[in-house]
């Protein structure tokens, strides 16, 4: 990890933008296009940030957007970065590093995933509760920089019950059903196998994909609080 690399970000940034941000939002696959609907935005191309990676994915803008919303400072991601990418884990969680610098204090981490609770179907929202990391990596392997936090962070409780109850509020109100399970992220970009689908059914996953569990470790050592919602697009093999 480069952290002059992570200041030079965040100082220009902030230099573009210099209200801090309070609220990190992370869009995934197909789910960008919920910042082209903010009113007032300031957006920053992700190629004018200095060190800052490059989305490859189709559908990925590459855009920072940044929004105030009733006293509150959004700052949400047009576009992620995956490690099937060819990426390295450090750059993976580069954003997440700087959104933690720039301040935000909440994680919103969105992704679309198969489906593995055979209860589920395509188009059900589920809010992660936990996570199964078969990616064979871990963003905080290597020198360990006490900045930004623990060497040996505590991921029991991951994901915020607290946040979970404002979740389960907001999809009341909207007449939504919001699923609840385990995310089982794996390193791609090949789909699961069915053999591999019923292997994680037997650990206790719910949906599969292959994001948002690095962002999620880099946020919980930096003591960032964090949701994440998986929106289940298909079911996996084998379902």
């Known amino acids: 990890m480069n952290n002059n690399h992570i200041q030079e970000a965040v100082q220009w940034i902030t230099r573009h933008y210099p209200d801090p941000p309070d609220i990190g939002l992370i869009l995934g696959s197909g789910l960008g296009e919920y910042a082209d609907a903010f009113p007032d935005p300031v957006i920053i191309p992700y190629a004018e940030i200095p060190h800052f990676p490059q989305s490859t994915v189709v559908g990925h803008k590459g855009r920072l957007v940044f929004q105030r919303f009733d006293g509150c400072t959004v700052v949400a991601m047009q576009g992620r970065l995956h490690y099937y990418e060819g990426y390295s884990m450090e750059e993976v969680t580069f954003p997440v590093r700087v ?141």
């Open 99 to 239: 959104l933690g610098s720039l301040g935000i204090r909440r994680l919103i981490l969105t992704n679309a995933a198969g489906g593995v609770n055979p209860d589920f179907a395509a188009g059900d929202l589920m809010l992660m509760t936990d996570h199964l990391n078969l990616m064979g990596a871990n963003p905080l392997r290597g020198p360990h920089h006490p900045e930004f936090g623990e060497r040996f962070p505590d991921l029991t409780h991951a994901y915020n019950a607290d946040d979970a109850q404002v979740f389960d509020a907001v999809a009341a109100r909207q007449g939504l059903a919001l699923k609840k399970g385990v995310y089982a992220a794996f390193s791609g970009p090949s789909y699961e196998t069915p053999a591999e689908i019923r292997m994680v059914q037997i650990l206790g996953a719910d949906a599969v994909g292959m994001s948002t569990v690095p962002e999620a470790i880099v946020a919980v050592q930096m003591g960032i609080r964090v949701s994440a919602v998986s929106c289940i697009t298909n079911m996996a093999a084998g379902i």
